[in-house]
């Protein structure tokens, strides 16, 4: 059995987190964003899909704070990363920030980021924190990391059904056969990040297994656009209870800045819209270099959350 360990305050211990914690760390997730007058979009769509990853062992990556009545009110995880890096992040409640479980919580982190890169050639240890979050940014700053990318949270709000136009004059854009076009798509997103040094795109084996095999996985929602039947732009999406994800637009860069990213997007929203959700999301780099910001906008996305990548070299 599982014994907790006594955090040197004595107000609080920690644990690995159980099944049965999972709302009462979404309820956290909540609470600490709605502190910082943001949109919640860390939810438990998030929640249940990192959960579920493969490489994600939940008794030994991640961490729930507990006080003396039993409330959880800290969380903290970290994943392997692409390559040779491990990526990490915690949150506190917002009646128990400033007694140290914070800092406490990052020395469990960072204890278990030793172990995972054990004998890694060049080892990277990540750790995501909300932007503007001047005391996380200074706890940082003193173990050694520094802030390499900013990244947003944008939203578009579906009121009724959505029109999705007319594809680009050439170009079609259908839903997929997923026996037949994931591959398709993989190497679309493989090819439209390949200039982007902060992408490090999976082979096809594990990133078919994270993002096609997980709970949120709905092949339904996932797009292709062809041009003259060759693959030239991608989207895939899933779907929580009134939120709809777009997890990734590619488009390859000889079609790019003629609106299939555009065209993409409008008809997932349809998708989203005649489903009744009340909106969808996506996660974008702020100085994405394929443009990608500007065609969210274009289209009629909002920031709503922005959330900051800080990184150790060791």
Do not use: K
């Not at 107000?11 to 600490?32: G, S």
């Not at 890694?120 to 005391?135: E, K, L, T, W, Y």
């Not at 800045?257 to 555009?262: A, E």
């Not at 008809?267 to 999301?281: E, K, M, S």
């Amino acid at each position: 059995m599982y014994a907790p360990d006594m955090d040197p305050i004595d107000r609080y211990t920690f644990r690995a987190p159980t099944e049965e914690d999972f709302d009462a760390v979404v309820a956290l997730l909540i609470a600490d964003q709605r502190a910082d007058e943001v949109e919640p979009t860390i939810d438990a769509h998030f929640l249940r899909q990192v959960w579920s990853w493969s490489t994600f062992d939940l008794a030994a990556d991640g961490w729930v704070g507990v006080d003396a009545s039993g409330s959880i009110v800290a969380y903290g995880q970290i994943g392997r990363g692409d390559g040779d890096g491990v990526g990490s992040w915690g949150v506190v409640h917002p009646a128990h920030r400033g007694c140290g479980i914070g800092s406490a919580l990052l020395d469990r982190i960072e204890t278990r980021a030793s172990t995972l890169l054990t004998g890694v050639p060049s080892p990277r240890f990540r750790h995501s924190i909300n932007a503007g979050d001047h005391a996380a940014a200074a706890m940082l700053t003193d173990r050694g990391l520094r802030p390499i990318r900013h990244f947003w949270h944008m939203q578009i709000d579906l009121d009724g059904p959505i029109e999705p136009g007319p594809a680009p004059d050439g170009i079609e854009i259908a839903g997929i056969e997923p026996r037949d076009d994931v591959r398709a798509i993989h190497a679309i997103i493989e090819s439209a990040f390949a200039d982007d040094p902060g992408e490090n795109t999976a082979p096809f084996d594990p990133w078919h297994e994270e993002h096609a095999t997980g709970p949120g996985y709905d092949p339904t929602l996932w797009l292709l656009a062809r041009d003259r039947d060759a693959p030239v732009g991608a989207l895939t999406a899933s779907a929580g209870d009134d939120v709809g994800w777009v997890d990734y637009l590619a488009v390859l860069g000889s079609h790019r800045g003629r609106g299939i990213g555009s065209a993409l997007l409008r008809r997932a929203f349809a998708t989203f819209a005649a489903r009744g959700l009340g909106r969808v999301r996506l996660n974008v780099d702020a100085e994405n270099v394929t443009g990608a910001t500007a065609v969210y906008e274009r289209v009629g996305m909002r920031v709503v959350n922005r959330w900051d990548l800080w990184e150790r070299q060791a």
